[in-house]
């Protein structure tokens, strides 16, 4: 019986990066997904890997930043599966990095409608379900922000937002037996591989795109070393662990 036997997953920007492999790692634990990606081409990819787990998907293409289109996606969840118990924030935005002052408003509007309104969105229109039986919210900060990465200054402020807005929320929710926690990763994804790979390759550093050292001595696989670290969140597993922030990265960054 897989640790996700019956529930049911929303899981936004699931058609690419660490969407896609925490969408395929809920399948395989006996999840039923419900995903969203403004990028249907990819979403359609993610959904079939998942049916292929035998996961049964719902799928639906659209901004999530988006009220309208949200609700409406969150209410044909709910007609297809009846009810929503674990909430996954991934989707944002993100420029190629460069100083802040070089960021424009329309950069931070970008980074904030795509991150921090669609995690707020989500949050709230999730809350009904959650509220019956308890539940469990993961969104998603960034070693970027946490460290201050050159370049990344709107995305860098969004993350630390959306960290902020999980410790309230936790907080509140917490006599509602729901869970909501924060995942900062480290890891090197399709798309940011792609990018690097068409770079010269004396440039081809990750480090150029504020990837730091960590202490393992490598960057983290989507599949094998975050969506396992999602799977504990979304789990049972996690049941007495709520408003905290889990760096995924390596030993990027210790405080232990």
């Not at 409608?113 to 993961?138: A, H």
Request: hydrophobic share 40%.
């Amino acid at each position: 019986m897989g640790k996700l036997a019956g529930k049911v997953a929303v899981i936004t920007g699931a058609g690419g990066g660490l969407g896609k492999y925490i969408a395929v790692r809920f399948a395989e634990e006996g999840a039923k997904l419900s995903l969203c990606d403004i990028n249907t081409e990819s979403l359609n990819e993610t959904a079939e890997l998942c049916k292929s787990k035998g996961a049964s998907v719902f799928v639906n293409a659209f901004d999530a930043s988006d009220l309208v289109q949200s609700e409406a996606f969150v209410s044909a969840t709910v007609e297809q599966y009846q009810t929503i118990d674990i909430l996954v924030n991934l989707a944002i935005a993100i420029k190629t990095p460069h100083s802040f002052l070089d960021h424009t408003k329309e950069t931070l509007d970008i980074s904030y409608q795509t991150g921090l309104v669609s995690t707020w969105n989500f949050m709230k229109l999730c809350y009904p379900y959650f509220k019956e039986k308890g539940g469990k919210v993961i969104n998603f900060g960034s070693g970027a922000a946490y460290q201050g990465q050159e370049g990344y200054a709107a995305y860098a402020a969004i993350k630390e937002a959306i960290r902020g807005l999980s410790r309230v929320v936790a907080r509140e929710w917490g006599p509602d037996n729901i869970n909501v926690n924060v995942i900062n990763p480290g890891a090197i994804t399709d798309s940011i591989q792609a990018y690097l790979n068409h770079l010269p390759e004396e440039e081809r550093d990750p480090a150029r795109l504020g990837f730091q050292q960590t202490s393992l001595r490598r960057l983290g696989a989507p599949y094998e070393d975050i969506a396992p670290a999602v799977l504990f969140l979304a789990s049972e597993d996690s049941r007495h662990i709520t408003g905290q922030t889990l760096n995924v990265d390596g030993g990027a960054v210790i405080h232990a």
